[in-house]
């Protein structure tokens, strides 16, 4: 058994979880609670505000919806808002304690005038303790240009501040300096292990099903935990339970098609959802005409495809249950005329069973069963031989999360998750059409992982609200334990109703790691458990920042600071066997890492323009000693990591021109990425008289970096009224990249030689770059 906290740090933290006071109100209060939905679709609205003006006090919905407020007994009149929905207000006799709903009609001008949706109003983020965390839903993304005509959420999370990507094109999140695989990614609360379609350039996130998606950076809750950097909590639609509603899009390289409505009106609904691309539709066609040109290459068979299903019932007033389903496959293929051929799927499958149980108006509890499952396979064959390279992970997942408010001055969070895992490192098979060469090998593991945590928002005056909790966690593979305490702290300090002060502390741990081949032309990942030379990956991560509300509250100010430092950071020996080795514990290298950096955030959220403007300074470094054997990386000197980026600059604009049009532009710039080049060449010649060989002389690692990435996007919505056949559509158009700029996507060399000799002289650096100006058009409709 491994402790791999201190102890004095965790007993720390329990002491103040101990204690600090349940302060009761002097004065007898009854609670209010409900649910807030928007009347279009009966969804929920995280994030909705009801508040009581004359007592200065309110609460907010929470991510499913549902918020809970004690009150001194009286009459009052109760506001309730939300962004992108009209504010209504509502007078109630609150002289006992009760169960009331409200249902919020959407703005008339919901695609104009506001059209930024965030968690509540900009007060509302002025004051919650939470720091370090956006929202974003399906109806922003939407009028945001897109690469393709194709709506990408977590692309849209790329232009906010402390996020990079990982090149042109990709999908992937790189968060505060974290790499790739420290995301955690949930989907209605069960994990995500691939997010992305098309080798990273698409999500897996339909936004056609998607109803908000929530970041956390930072500063985390102690109800998440599993990974280091970032939490990516997508949260489905439930479907209009009142009447059957059909909506989709035509895009330039996919289609989508939704279908929702009532299982029984006003007490269950479903929503269906879909999406596929046509690339092999016209590839296909392409290689059967040129089938009998013996110079043709034929062109991959490529295409993606995903499907979104959830269905929630109301059992009684206190009771509802929800069941959510995702499957997504990516297909590629490649079929030669000379008995080559070669094929690669992977994707995940997703279920998830919620049960929300409201045992009074101060007590919450939601329970989740989960099943996940990602996995890919490549089926190779040539002439007659064939092999079958595949691995996967599946875990099933039992996790419930209690919410207690005793009074308004303290929130309480506890709750417990239980997961087991299987992973897939390897199987290979192998052998002859006629069966008499053959082999195989499969390398899998087992695993158990579970966390028990409790946190407590405590309002200790109007002033000042802390936030402060503790985690604990356990995984087993084997033989092999490991635990792990870690605290979590917040706080939020207003000097003035325009002007707050928050600081933040969190300890992660990471117990699974994702085994990537970077050499590889295809993915090839292979998750891993933690075992005895594999340690868990920890972080700790400070953030210190002030916001302040300007122009009569239309506009959000932020400036965070934060430092990141890893333990247990992993990477791989040169020339690491990663598939069907089943001592992969000694391909690996162990070494730590931090990053630091300050964030600068502007928003505004209302009005006829709308948007927002992000600066990120920020650093990035990695360590690996010699070890094992070998001389490290990079001679155990520091080097900064691909994603490093020194300055990253977003703005994202969107203007209300008319009433039916829209216009939206974006706009990134960021340093260039790391990259390792060499230097120079040394001419080798092995004996005298044979061929002269150059070999090149590499310098340390990523001591280059490419050329600044910058890009303009412009988009143009336009509603089109309403007719016989769709209650409300519209053209997107889209320009990516408007003036063309050539980033680099990577960088090669090639051979100068003598015109007259054909010798070699020299050699040329060439950039390589992925998108031109791409402009696009997509068809939404709705009836």
């Not at 929630?312 to 995702?326: E, H, S, V």
């Not at 994202?652 to 008319?658: A, D, F, G, I, Y």
Request: aromatic share 14%; net charge positive; proline share 5%.
């Amino acid at each position: 058994m491994r402790v791999v906290v201190p102890f004095v740090q965790s007993l720390f933290f329990l002491l103040i979880l101990c204690a600090l006071p349940r302060l009761a109100l002097a004065q007898a209060t009854v609670t209010l609670s409900g649910y807030v939905r928007g009347a279009t679709d009966q969804g929920v609205l995280p994030g909705a505000s009801v508040a009581v003006p004359a007592l200065n006090t309110g609460a907010t919905a929470d991510e499913k919806g549902f918020y809970s407020l004690p009150l001194p007994a009286g009459r009052y009149a109760l506001v309730i808002s939300f962004i992108g929905y009209e504010t209504i207000t509502r007078e109630i006799n609150v002289n006992r304690t009760q169960r009331i709903s409200f249902v919020l009609p959407e703005a008339a001008n919901e695609l104009g005038e506001v059209i930024v949706e965030g968690s509540g109003t900009l007060e509302q983020k002025l004051q919650t303790t939470q720091m370090s965390v956006e929202r974003l839903t399906t109806r922003e993304a939407k009028l945001l240009p897109a690469l393709f005509g194709e709506v990408d959420l977590l692309k849209t999370l790329q232009l906010k501040p402390g996020v990079q990507n990982g090149g042109e094109g990709t999908s992937g999140l790189f968060v505060r300096g974290g790499s790739s695989d420290q995301n955690l990614y949930l989907l209605d609360e069960a994990v995500v292990y691939n997010p992305s379609h098309l080798f990273g350039l698409f999500s897996v996130f339909n936004p056609d099903a998607v109803q908000s998606v929530d970041l956390y950076k930072g500063g985390f809750p102690a109800q998440f935990g599993g990974r280091l950097s970032s939490v990516v909590d997508v949260k489905l639609r439930e479907g209009n339970p009142k009447k059957l509603g059909v909506s989709g899009g035509l895009g330039l390289i996919s289609s989508r098609l939704t279908v929702e409505g009532p299982i029984v009106k006003d007490k269950g609904s479903f929503i269906l959802s879909g999406r596929r691309t046509y690339f092999d539709v016209f590839t296909r066609q392409i290689n059967k005409l040129n089938a009998d040109d013996p110079e043709f290459n034929p062109i991959p068979n490529y295409y993606f495809a995903d499907y979104n299903a959830k269905a929630n019932y109301r059992l009684g007033p206190k009771d509802q249950i929800f069941l959510t389903g995702y499957y997504g496959r990516d297909v590629f293929g490649f079929n030669s005329a000379n008995s080559f051929n070669f094929d690669f799927t992977w994707g995940n499958t997703v279920a998830a069973l919620r049960w929300n149980h409201v045992f009074s108006p101060k007590l919450f509890m939601n329970t989740t069963a989960s099943y996940t499952n990602y996995d890919y396979a490549v089926t190779n064959k040539i002439d007659q031989f064939s092999f079958n390279l595949s691995s996967r992970i599946h875990d099933i997942a039992l996790r419930t999360d209690v919410e207690y408010q005793p009074n308004e001055r303290h929130t309480l969070k506890f709750g417990g998750a239980t997961k087991a895992y299987r992973f897939g490192v390897g199987r290979l098979q192998a052998g002859s059409k006629d069966g008499r060469l053959g082999f195989g090998s499969d390398v899998s593991y087992r695993g158990q992982e579970g966390a028990l945590y409790a946190s407590d928002n405590f309002k200790a005056s109007d002033k000042l609200q802390l936030e402060y909790g503790l985690r604990a966690t356990y995984f087993q593979s084997d033989s092999n334990r490991y635990v792990g305490l870690e605290p979590r702290a917040a706080v939020r300090y207003s000097l003035t109703p325009n002007m707050s002060l928050k600081a933040s502390y969190a300890m992660m741990y990471q117990y699974v790691h994702l085994v990537t081949n970077s050499g590889a032309s295809l993915p090839t990942d292979i998750w891993y458990p933690s075992r005895q030379s594999v340690k868990p990956q920890r972080s700790q991560q400070v953030a210190a920042g002030v916001s302040f509300l300007l122009g009569r509250g239309q506009f959000l100010l932020t400036n965070e600071v934060y430092y990141k430092w890893a333990q247990n950071q992993i990477d791989f020996r040169d020339g690491a066997q990663l598939f069907v080795n089943s001592d992969l514990d000694a391909e690996f290298l162990f070494g730590k890492g931090w990053s630091y950096g300050n964030e600068l955030y502007l928003e505004k959220k209302t009005g006829r323009t709308t948007g927002w403007m992000g600066y990120t300074l920020a650093w990035s470094k990695r360590k690996f000693a010699p070890q094992r054997g070998t001389t490290g990386i990079n001679n155990g000197a520091d080097f900064f990591p691909t994603y490093d980026r020194r300055h990253n600059l977003t703005v994202v604009v969107l203007h209300r021109l008319t009433e039916r049009l829209n216009l939206t532009g974006s706009f990134v710039y960021s340093s260039g990425a790391p990259t390792t080049l060499p230097q120079g060449r040394f001419v080798f010649q092995e004996v005298y008289g044979a061929e002269a060989v150059a070999v090149p002389i590499y310098p340390d690692r990523n001591s280059y970096r490419l050329a600044p990435y910058h890009r303009l996007d412009l988009g143009l919505v336009w509603n089109l009224k309403p007719n016989r056949l769709f209650d409300e559509s519209d053209l997107t158009f889209s320009i990516y990249n408007t003036y063309n700029r050539r980033n680099p996507y990577f960088i090669y060399f090639d051979q100068i030689k003598d015109p007259n000799s054909d010798q070699v002289t020299g050699y040329r650096a060439r950039q390589v770059s992925l998108f031109p100006i791409i402009p696009s058009v997509t068809y939404n409709f709705k009836f």
